[in-house]
């Protein structure tokens, strides 16, 4: 044709910036585009078009439901989804993951509480309809506990010493029970310090979960896959000083966990696949008490590592790790963005306490809690993007501070593990 579509824009390289969105369209009116009529007067197909000037108008595609819809249309549609890698990281580098609600904390002898998030949106009520956010498919031996959230899985443990990893839109549920030998060789003060999920862009039915446990001045791992399902238990390593390493205040970013260590101010860094521990020292000349847990690290957009922190003032502070002129490690601050008058608003000018929840993919979730006149904990939830830095309340409500932001997963009906292309796997989507 004369009027061919431009190539598909190049992948950002890494550490850069993503390219900028496209112009939208829908999958409506993509599915309903079956004739265009080229410059000359000719008329062809659609389906005429190459893999690659496909590919360019999928990522046109405003979200990522849209490109489930698009895909399924046809084998060759899904074909080229499914063959090509590349456009699908470019694919996450655009177009983020819906949102599609928060795992909330009740109480200790239930099973956590679901909030769906815009509700309105036909996505978020399609997803919700056919997905078991109730979490009925868990044993109730025992009340279970959230403990980390990410790419559609939700990693959840109990007191009989045990995770279960949940997909809530599959119904797949793994109750993994933890290793014998875990506390093995232990000091006095044998604790478990948190659980973590590990998952795969390209395979999203592979996971892998890490359990960091401690004594009174040591770490050690242990790392459960589900492609050999079993524990890989590492050696105890020193981390120096009294052990004040608080449970679930760790977080997982490329495969390294991160630990406050309290009263010291620094970091211990965990890499879970080597059990290297390493030191990082907290930003200097800040206004973070290093005996409470009043900051969080995280992750940027473009994956580099970041610390937020929410001051008295409703201030929120936020520091990146970058590299020096002399190739040493330092923190530098980004943003002090001020939440006081969004805070204002919403809550109508009742204060409370301000606290950073999770940092993740440039997205910062924190929260303002205060008690009512009837001694019972009121809680918002605020969610704000380091890119935009636009601050939207997420919902609110009489219940603990501790969420879970649940963000829709990548089908696995659009990656390509055998070659195989047919409809037979539109119902892993």
């Known amino acids: 044709m004369s009027s061919e579509p431009p190539p598909p824009p190049p992948l950002p390289p890494s550490g850069a910036a993503p390219a900028a969105k496209p112009p939208s369209i829908t999958s409506t009116t993509l599915a309903t585009a079956a004739l265009a009529t080229a410059a000359d007067g000719t008329t062809t197909t659609i389906s005429s078009l190459g893999q690659d000037q496909l590919l360019d108008i999928f990522l046109r595609l405003p979200n990522l439901p849209d490109l489930v819809r698009a895909a399924l249309t046809c084998r060759p549609w899904l074909g080229a989804v499914r063959s090509s890698p590349s456009f699908r990281r470019l694919f996450r580098a655009i177009h983020p993951a819906p949102l599609l609600g928060i795992f909330l904390k009740v109480d200790d002898d239930t099973a956590p509480s679901f909030a769906p998030l815009r509700r309105s949106d036909p996505v978020v009520t399609a997803a919700l309809r056919r997905g078991d956010f109730f979490l009925t498919s868990l044993p109730l031996d025992d009340a279970w506990t959230v403990t980390d959230c990410r790419d559609g899985y939700i990693l959840l443990w109990n007191t009989f010493w045990a995770v279960a990893v949940v997909n809530p839109m599959t119904w797949a549920v793994d109750v993994i029970s933890f290793p014998d030998d875990v506390a093995d060789g232990s000091l006095r003060d044998f604790a478990f310090l948190g659980f973590h999920l590990l998952t ?78 390493s030191s990082l020292d907290l930003p200097s000349h800040t206004t973070i008490d290093y005996w409470q847990d009043d900051f969080m690290v995280g992750d940027t957009k473009d994956g580099e590592l970041c610390i937020a922190h929410a001051s008295d003032d409703f201030l929120l502070h936020v520091w990146i790790r970058s590299v020096g002129s002399d190739g040493i490690g330092i923190w530098a601050r980004q943003n002090i963005v001020s939440c006081s008058a969004e805070i204002d608003r919403v809550t109508r000018g009742l204060e409370g306490q301000v606290r950073v929840v999770q940092v993740r993919s440039g997205c910062v979730y924190f929260s303002m809690t205060r008690m009512t006149l009837a001694g019972t904990q009121r809680t918002w939830f605020f969610y704000l993007s380091l890119e935009t830095m636009e601050i939207e309340l997420l919902i609110h409500g009489t219940f603990d501070d501790s969420a879970f932001p649940y963000h829709m997963a990548w089908p696995p009906c659009l990656i390509g593990d055998d070659g195989s292309t047919g409809h037979e796997v539109e119902a892993s989507c």
């Open 200 to 277: 795969s862009d390209e395979n999203p039915r592979s996971f892998r979960v890490v359990c960091l446990c401690a004594d009174v001045s040591r770490v050690r791992a242990a790392v459960f896959s589900s492609e050999t399902s079993d524990w890989a238990v590492h050696p105890w390593v020193e981390i120096g000083g009294d052990n004040s390493l608080k449970y679930g205040a760790g977080t997982l970013v490329d495969g390294s966990v991160y630990w406050p260590f309290y009263g010291e101010g620094r970091i211990i860094r965990i890499n879970t696949a080597t059990m290297d521990v």
